[in-house]
């Protein structure tokens, strides 16, 4: 029945919120140097070409991948913070799904569930094109088909989904390294903090098998932020859920 279907998305809402708590992410021992030929030279600055356009003035880059990468651009600071991968042998990640609103807790970056986002390709800097898609365990949802920065998209995402990469060379990465062929971690993840009030993560890729990877992981960069509901759907749900109510009086 429809009404309970709302309804029923609406307690998961409020079950996720309850459960969102401090957003602590323990650092990643692996550090991650660029080597090889792949155009650009490595995440950090795939990170600076993203988000230096959004602020008047790029000043300098300070920290380290192994632990919290800070850009600061002007007077704004914003503090990326490694979320770990679950292949790591110093990483805390329990495997379990990173919580989109609230992660990553114990959480590492293999598998995400639960939030309607707004998703944004950062940068690109690779030779290569790339789709990026979601896959639920049985198929698979295209969030970018051709991937160029600045291309943008709102969806629901979830739950309990790993992200994947597809590449013009034919290959395929998951965020679940058990899926690669070459048993590799293809993507890494930061929680972006200061740069919105929205809970905000980056997702970063590196497009090549391991026998020929240059591990820069800047092939392409994602910012994916939640979307908050609106008022006004608050008000629907409320409205929903006072309907159900009365039925459940009337039928009492
Ligand atoms: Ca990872
Ligand atoms: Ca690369
Ligand atoms: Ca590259």
């Known amino acids: 029945m429809k ?3 709302v ?4 307690a998961m809402g409020l079950l996720v919120a309850a459960i969102a708590g401090s957003a602590s992410a323990a650092s990643l021992k692996t550090a991650i140097s660029p080597v090889g030929s792949d155009p650009g030279l490595g995440l950090k600055e795939a990170l600076v070409n993203a988000y230096s356009s959004s602020f008047a003035g790029y000043i300098g880059v300070s920290g380290d991948l192994s632990t919290t990468l800070t850009l600061t651009f002007a007077s704004n600071q914003i503090d990326f913070v490694r979320v770990v991968d679950v292949d790591d042998t110093s990483a805390v ?3 379990g799904p990173l919580l989109l609103k609230s992660g990553p807790g114990a959480a590492d970056d293999d598998y995400w569930k639960d939030g309607t986002v707004k998703a944004r390709v950062e940068a690109k800097i690779a030779g290569l094109g790339h789709d990026l898609l979601i896959n639920d365990g049985s198929s698979d949802t295209t969030i970018f088909a051709g991937a160029t920065p600045g291309q943008s998209t709102t969806q629901l995402l979830g739950p309990n989904f790993s992200w994947a990469l597809e590449t013009t060379a034919g290959k395929r990465f998951s965020s679940d390294p058990l ?3 070459d048993g590799i971690d293809h993507m890494v993840t930061f929680e972006v903090i200061g740069l919105s009030s929205l809970k905000t993560w980056v997702i970063a890729w590196e497009d090549l098998p391991a026998y020929s990877s240059d591990t820069d992981y800047n092939d392409l960069v994602v910012q994916v932020s939640i979307v908050p509901l ?3 759907v608050w ?3 409320s409205l929903l859920s006072g309907l159900g109510v009365a039925r459940r009086m009337r039928r009492a």
Do not use: H
């Open 3 to 5: 009404v309970w279907n």
């Open 235 to 237: 008000a629907g749900l």
């Open 7 to 10: 309804r029923s998305k609406f």
């Open 230 to 232: 609106p008022a006004a």
């Open 93 to 95: 990640g329990s495997g």
């Open 179 to 181: 899926l690669n062929k």
